[in-house]
């Protein structure tokens, strides 16, 4: 049984792709464009290594009606993860209606192949300013949209939730807030920040042979990066639990940070003779560094010096963003898991 994914040439669905090839999952990968299979290759291949591509179908929009048929990949589910994410006013005014486009696009399909699942991945911009749990049926309309993005998940949220009837495994599955707001506010392009930073990741870890190899990655507006493997992972353990039997909606705001010891393991796993050091690259962060202390062991050595080279820029120091942001990262440890386990915290400098 195959999984159809859309959107597989973005952060989230590459690393999506990345980790179902990893496990040994077929997929149909859904996009557009005569280079689509070059450049989802280039995206996935850059989260890491794969040993075949055997198990991929690559399948044009175009396509879908004329040179496939439903038995050539016996879908299990859709997952959903292809949509416009520019944030620009000047530039995106059509953004509304070209996601529910996409949308539409993989309802369509489903219908076609019959699927009766479809996972839809949101970004849930409205997450962000909510306190508290938020009620697993749907996100409450904001009084305003800050973007067209914004609204334009809002409204595929609402026509996801009126398929009830129709799709009774429908999930809506809400990735962090954190994932691509802050960033691209401060920065310009989260995918290419997480890229940059994962391509040195493994540069360094290919090129030495050394135990104590050791990678300094800063907090504050880079934080996201780390919610994306979080929610990549969550997915995948739910998926793996139920496989298109239970309903299930995750929601993760500006409040519950993500789970930080996943992405730890997940690197350990990825590059074993990698060493983590996680720097704070302001005083926000330096003064949080002993609420950290019950919580943390060996995963992290935290530096009190200035920003990694990896990144090359720094986050300001004034930034009214990079204290809420450590702030919910220890919300997160406190309270993602009910009981964080036994760790301290080793400081070096």
């Known amino acids: 049984m195959s999984i159809v994914l859309t959107g597989s040439t973005g952060t989230v669905g590459s690393y999506l792709a990345y980790r179902l090839l990893r496990q040994g999952r077929p997929l149909v990968l859904v996009g557009r464009g005569s280079d689509f299979q070059a450049r989802a290759k280039a995206r996935i291949e850059s989260w890491g290594p794969l040993l075949t591509w055997r198990q991929?179908?690559?399948?044009?929009?175009?396509?879908?009606?004329s040179s496939f048929e439903k038995q050539d990949f016996s879908p299990s589910h859709l997952v959903h993860s292809a949509a416009d994410t520019n944030l620009s006013l000047k530039t995106a005014k059509n953004q509304v209606?070209?996601?529910?486009?996409?949308?539409?696009?993989?309802?369509?399909?489903?219908?076609?192949?019959e699927i009766p699942r479809i996972d839809f991945l949101s970004s849930a911009y409205a997450c962000g300013s909510h306190r508290g749990p938020i009620p697993e049926s749907r996100l409450p309309r904001p009084e305003f949209f800050r973007n067209p993005y914004e609204e334009s998940k809002w409204e595929c949220e609402e026509r996801i939730f009126g398929l009830d009837s129709e799709f009774p495994r429908t999930r809506v599955i809400h990735r962090p807030s954190l994932i691509l707001p802050p960033i691209l506010h401060i920065k310009g392009n989260a995918p290419r920040a997480f890229g940059r930073l994962f391509e040195k990741l493994r540069f360094l870890s290919h090129r030495t042979r050394s135990g104590d190899l050791s990678v300094s990655i800063p907090l504050g507006g880079r934080i996201g990066f780390v919610s994306l493997i979080a929610f990549i992972d969550d997915f995948l353990s739910v998926m793996d639990q139920d496989m298109g039997l239970a309903t299930h909606v995750f929601h993760y705001t500006s409040s519950e940070s993500p789970s930080i010891s996943t992405w730890t393991d997940w690197i350990r796993e990825s590059i074993p003779d990698l060493r983590v050091q996680i720097r704070p690259t302001c005083p926000a962060g330096k003064r949080i560094l002993g609420e950290l202390e019950p919580y943390l062991r060996n995963d992290f050595v935290f530096e009190q010096s200035k920003l990694s080279r990896l990144t090359g820029k720094n986050v300001s120091s004034s930034s009214p963003l990079t204290e809420k942001y450590f702030r919910a990262l220890i919300h997160g440890l406190l309270s993602s898991t009910g009981s964080v386990q036994n760790r301290a915290v080793e400081v070096e400098g």
């Open 97 to 113: 209606q070209t996601n529910l486009d996409l949308l539409d696009r993989a309802l369509h399909l489903c219908r076609l192949w």
């Open 56 to 65: 991929v179908r690559f399948l044009d929009w175009a396509e879908v009606q």
